[in-house]
């Protein structure tokens, strides 16, 4: 076990710092004790959706999923989350090599690119509202909606401010077996992120725009 | 001060390894990536081609969804590796109640 404390070079860094000391085995091990409980959450709003997608009053002549979901915006969306999750990878993986800035650079994407989606997802949500009424009141369809989206989006921006929190905290630091098991689970978060967008843009929109 | 080194006594042998295992593990990992690119791409052009019936297009998708993201848990959030044994427990623990929920949420709305 090694010590918290310790001053490291590139030699002497242990091949998984994220696991080397004892408060970092519990972070690890509690971390994925939350990803289960997270994905228990995000299936019971997957599943609501569901069941009330496209519900609204009868003759009301309210937008369904059809009519107001977009192609080439959801695309846009993925495209970001998608590369953000890839830069996170790079990040840890400099981490992995001691390499404190070029893991703060390939964080400081990730942050940049996690911003541009929720960017997307509020011109988005506003579009919606204004342009289809299609909101979280006007029918169960919209609530089911803005609550399951709304929700990934509240983890985008826990997890953008997470990660921020971090590089700010620790940049005078360096690199040690302190912080280092902090950004490694903030990054397993945010791919966590990426794995619940992927059923999101497949269920709710491209299912949503199949019919 | 406790620092149990579990390399060798020539701590450059156990860098080149280490270099060399990195170089290879971001390797399968830019291979990952462009795998998800893919589906995604496929999972897209699916839906936006509009030639496809709904009954093929629907489960198809949702399968590329569900490869897509067995890429991102093994090599992006490296599942793959050893010592990942509890962390399998309790991911899949959440992925059977998932289809449980799911399951029961899809079939009380059938009547």
Redesign the interface.
Known sequence: ???IE?KFT???WP??PE?ATLEAKNK??GF??F??????L???L???Y??LKNRVPENSHMALAKDIFE?PL??VA??LL?TS??TS?YAI?HM??FAFKKMYLWFGITILLGAGFLGLEVYEFNHYVHKFHHTFTSSAFGSAFYTLVGFHGGHVAFGLLWILTLMIRNAKRGLNLYNAPKFYVAS?YW??I??VW??I???VY??G??? | ?????LNSAN?RVD?EY??KK?AE??RY?IVS?SM??FL?LI??A???LKGFD?WF??PF??L??VV??IF??FY??HMNKK?HE??SL??F???L???L??W???T??WW
């Open positions: 076990m090694m010590q310790e590139f030699e002497t091949a998984s696991k690890f091990l994925w004790l990803l289960g409980g997270e994905t228990v995000f299936a019971s997957f599943a609501t569901l069941a192609l959801t695309f993925t495209m998608l999750s890839l990878v993986y992995k090599n397993l791919h966590f990426d794995v992927v059923f843009f497949t269920v491209l299912m725009m199949v019919g | 001060m406790v620092n149990q080194q701590p860098i280490r270099r990195s593990e971001m990992q990536f998800m690119l995604t999972a897209f699916t839906v936006g709904h297009a629907v998708i949702l590329l969804a897509q993201v991102q848990l992006f959030m010592g509890a962390p309790f991911l623990t959440g992925v109640a998932a289809f929920i799911v029961t949420f899809s009380i709305i």
